[in-house]
């Protein structure tokens, strides 16, 4: 394990092991806090008196993700010197060095990776998939539950204009967001503490799939192992630009699958 992973992640963290955890949960706080108010400010522009409704309400965040990432980002880059250390080292912002083939080939591992650990679940636990699926009006079968977020993407998907003002959103904002927060300050913290590179690798994936606790235990499920799987790359590569781009793509395919399924339905 330690030969695949080498030593390419090598943050620099003088601000030792407080700090850091302070701002990962200040970064947690203020993008839901930002969201939140996006909503509201969003809800009636696009969708008028039905902005109350919890739908129509998530519907407006999810819109709201994109702007609302890059103010997370910029705080994650002030936090980072406000103790004076180098924000390229501490959120390891530095590229990987990979060719065009080796980038394609590191996505395409990572999505097979994540498809044989969704499978190997439905198969080990014999889950059926559908009683995790929404319909294709994006509500969730009588049998079991999609979660909120994928309810409202299948119903989205069925409103063109709302989908490709939602899929920036998805694709770029979110795992800017979470790729910054989750394997931001506190992977660093944590990777130069004694908890060493895998405790970091857990721990900030045990606190992002517990942040999703509103959702199927199946999915909290798939986000820990997301989240190892992202970890693991960073560790690899020494940049979290490799852990955004299979987040991106990941969420990319996801809603572009999502669209195609509510497009043919008639």
Same mark, same amino acid.
């Given at each position: +394990?330690?030969?695949?992973?080498?030593?390419?992640?090598?943050?620099?963290?003088?601000?030792g /092991?407080?700090f850091?955890?302070?701002?990962a949960? +200040?970064?947690?706080? $203020?993008?839901?806090?930002?969201?939140y108010?996006?909503?509201?400010? %969003?809800?009636? /522009?696009?969708?008028?008196?039905?902005?109350?409704?919890?739908?129509?309400? !998530?519907?407006?965040a999810?819109?709201?993700?994109?702007?609302?990432?890059?103010?997370t980002?910029?705080?994650?880059?002030?936090?980072?010197?406000a103790?004076?250390?180098?924000?390229?080292?501490?959120?390891?912002?530095?590229?990987?060095?990979l060719?065009?083939?080796?980038?394609?080939? &590191? $996505?395409?591992?990572? /999505?097979?990776? +994540?498809?044989?650990?969704? !499978?190997?679940?439905?198969?080990? %636990?014999?889950?059926?998939?559908?009683?995790?699926?929404?319909?294709?009006?994006?509500?969730?079968?009588?049998?079991?539950?999609?979660?909120?977020?994928?309810?409202? !993407?299948?119903?989205?998907?069925?409103?063109?204009w709302?989908?490709?003002?939602?899929?920036p959103?998805?694709?770029?904002?979110?795992?800017?967001?979470?790729?910054?927060?989750?394997r931001?300050?506190a992977?660093?913290a944590?990777?130069?503490?004694?908890?060493?590179?895998?405790g970091?690798?857990? =721990?900030?994936?045990?606190?992002?799939?517990?942040?999703?606790s509103?959702?199927?235990?199946?999915?909290?499920?798939?986000?820990?192992?997301?989240g190892?799987? %992202?970890?693991?790359?960073?560790?690899?590569?020494?940049?979290?630009? =490799? &852990?955004?781009?299979?987040?991106g793509?990941?969420?990319?395919?996801?809603? /572009?699958?999502?669209?195609?399924?509510?497009s043919?339905?008639?």
């Open positions: +394990m330690n030969r695949w992973l080498g030593d390419a992640y090598r943050p620099d963290n003088p601000a /092991l407080l850091p955890l302070i701002a949960v +200040m970064l947690i706080v $203020v993008n839901q806090v930002l969201q108010f996006s909503a509201i400010g %969003l809800g009636p /522009l696009l969708f008028g008196a039905e902005s109350l409704e919890t739908r129509a309400g !998530m519907k407006a999810l819109v709201g993700i994109l702007p609302v990432s890059l103010l980002v910029l705080l994650a880059l002030v936090l980072a010197r103790t004076g250390c180098d924000p390229r080292k501490v959120l390891a912002l530095r590229g990987p060095g060719s065009v083939p080796r980038w394609v080939g &590191t $996505v395409l591992l990572f /999505l097979s990776a +994540m498809y044989a650990f969704i !499978m190997l679940i439905v198969l080990a %636990l014999g889950l059926d998939i559908n009683d995790y699926t929404p319909g294709p009006d994006g509500a969730s079968p009588d049998s079991g539950s999609a979660g909120l977020v994928k309810e409202t !993407m299948y119903d989205i998907a069925n409103e063109p709302l989908f490709w003002l939602v899929l959103s998805v694709v770029i904002g979110a795992p800017l967001a979470e790729e910054f927060v989750f931001g300050h992977f660093a944590l990777r130069n503490s004694k908890a060493g590179p895998l970091a690798v857990l =721990v900030t994936s045990s606190v992002w799939a517990l942040l999703h509103t959702e199927p235990w199946l999915s909290i499920g798939l986000i820990f192992g997301m190892i799987a %992202l970890g693991l790359l960073l560790l690899r590569y020494g940049s979290i630009w =490799v &852990t955004v781009a299979c987040h793509v990941w969420n990319g395919i996801f809603a /572009l699958v999502t669209f195609g399924a509510a043919a339905t008639p």
